[in-house]
């Protein structure tokens, strides 16, 4: 009896870290005399107490800062984006869909049948993704009727809303502004590996989530995500396969960090037009920081020609970019020690 008790002891003092925000917020909130409470079983939600009286309140990477409007269109990729075109900003063509109850509901003939017509219209490939999805989940490249019905049912399961879109080439990037100033750029590059002439996919994927443990990065490679495989088909690959020496393969089409992709800054090289560009943006869509994500045709560093804009994010979380390296982290707590103070 005695030996269970304590194992439910045990038990009960298990604390867990919670997302990075919290975590810097209680390195940093010292520095200007801001006190932390953070709700203590799961480490989520917190309260930031300034000198002055002022309390503000975050949520995983959501902070009282943005106004609740803004950042509730931000959430909603199609109400972004047509509010971002209105506007007169390049964003991505394409279409929202819904759910069968959702159609039923809203007297709807815009269903999953619907999408698949649209989509031969606009002709394959074609990106099915999920309307008010992050971190990369259920964002699908398709070239066949299969494939597409098989990505489209997978967002609605998690999501009433389907966007399908055509894809856009070019470099993928995430521009963060806080009040009228860009604070952190990078590019993403998707999930990928370098082969060696030896070592098969499934080896260099397990080397590469060996390499992210080694740096303290917690993204987990999905090596048996189906994008993955159909990917790996379509160049008539298996995990099995050995890739040449040098030769880099690409795995997933979304550049995600959370779904194993690579950051690279360019905070101190982007252009100034696009920092324009972005800043406006925020402003226009009513929000005081915000995450932007563009694809460029070139660099960032050239002045704006041809780009579109993915999406924006009110919440722009970084707990895996922080985890990079020791410069990406030195940038988000100095990027969060700036947040802090514009909350005060």
């Known amino acids: 009896m005695a030996m269970h008790r304590r194992k439910i002891s045990i038990m ?13 917020f209680r390195k940093i909130a010292p520095k200007i005399g801001a006190t932390i409470v953070m709700e203590p079983t799961w480490n989520v939600v917190g309260q930031i107490a300034f000198k002055n009286g002022r309390k503000r309140y975050f949520r995983g990477s ?28 390049a964003t991505v063509p394409g279409q929202a869909f819904f759910s069968a109850d959702l159609c039923h509901g809203i007297r709807s003939r815009r269903n999953i049948h619907a999408a698949y017509r649209y989509a031969v219209r606009t002709g394959f490939p074609v990106i ?3 309307n008010s999805g992050s971190q990369g989940i259920g964002v699908t490249k398709v070239y066949t009727k299969r494939d597409f019905y098989r990505a489209i049912r997978f967002v609605f399961a ?19 502004v806080l009040d009228k100033k860009v604070i952190s750029a990078y590019e993403r590059v998707p999930l990928n590996v370098v082969g060696d002439g030896r ?9 590469k989530q060996e390499q992210f443990g080694a740096t303290g990065r ?13 990917n790996l ?22 550049a995600n960090l959370s779904s194993g992709g690579d950051a690279v800054d360019v905070t101190k090289i982007i252009h100034p037009e696009f920092k324009k560009l ?5 402003r226009d869509m009513g929000l005081r920081i915000c995450g932007v994500d563009l694809v460029v045709e070139g660099d960032i560093n050239d002045k704006p020609h041809t780009y579109w804009i993915l999406e924006i994010n009110a919440a722009p979380g970084l707990d895996h970019y922080v985890k990079t390296g020791r410069a990406q982290a030195r940038i988000v707590e100095a990027m969060y020690f700036k947040v802090l103070k514009a909350m005060a």
């Open 12 to 24: 009960r003092k298990k604390v867990f870290v919670g997302p990075l925000l919290g975590q810097i």
């Open 158 to 176: 998690r999501d009433r809303v389907a966007l399908v879109q055509p894809p856009i080439s070019g470099k993928d990037y995430r521009i963060v």
């Open 278 to 282: 972005v800043i406006r943006l925020t």
């Open 218 to 230: 917690d993204t987990i490679i999905r090596a048996e995500d189906a994008r993955i495989i159909r």
């Open 128 to 130: 099915v993704k999920p």
């Open 62 to 89: 959501i902070l009282d800062l943005n106004p609740v409007g803004a950042s509730e269109i931000a959430k909603d990729k199609d109400y972004a984006a047509f509010f971002m075109k209105n506007m007169g900003y």
């Open 233 to 254: 088909k379509r160049q008539n690959l298996t995990m099995r396969s050995v890739i040449r020496r040098g030769q880099r393969l690409y795995l997933l089409d979304n």
């Open 199 to 207: 070592s098969t996919v499934r080896q260099l994927l397990r080397r």
